[in-house]
Nanobody
């Protein structure tokens, strides 16, 4: 079971980044994105259900971030636009391997985690 994030980096405020999460070795009900800023607790960002494509977002990113999936490639994406300095964090993808049906917003609902990718928003 492996989740590998990529796509992080340094971007100026107002810029965009696309994160990817490649999953292998598991089936999952949903994939979530979380982030953790220095000195802060890990917080929910977004999630997408594998079969239905249903999505949910944290209020802080709604309208700026878009989660999507490519079932053929077993990859989930997080498109981040209009980035703000407060979006700076390590971003993690996580897999919920339960049968659902509730799209989770809590870290405890996810079984497998990637190592994270750092996103820095700064001028």
């Amino acid at each position: 079971v492996q989740l590998v994030e990529s796509g992080g980096g340094l971007v100026q405020p107002g810029g965009s980044l696309r994160l990817s999460c490649a999953a292998s070795g598991l089936g999952y009900f949903a994939m979530g994105w979380f982030r953790q800023a220095p000195g802060e607790e890990r917080e929910f960002v977004s999630a997408i259900a594998y079969r239905s494509g249903k999505r949910t977002y944290a209020e802080s990113v709604k309208g700026r971030f878009t989660v999507s999936r490519d079932a053929a490639e077993d990859t989930v994406y997080l498109e981040m636009n209009s980035l703000k300095p407060e979006d700076t964090a390590v971003y993690y993808c996580a897999a919920d391997t339960s049968r659902g049906p509730v799209l989770g917003v809590k870290a405890a609902q996810y079984d497998y985690w990637g190592w994270g990718t750092l996103v820095t928003v700064s001028s």
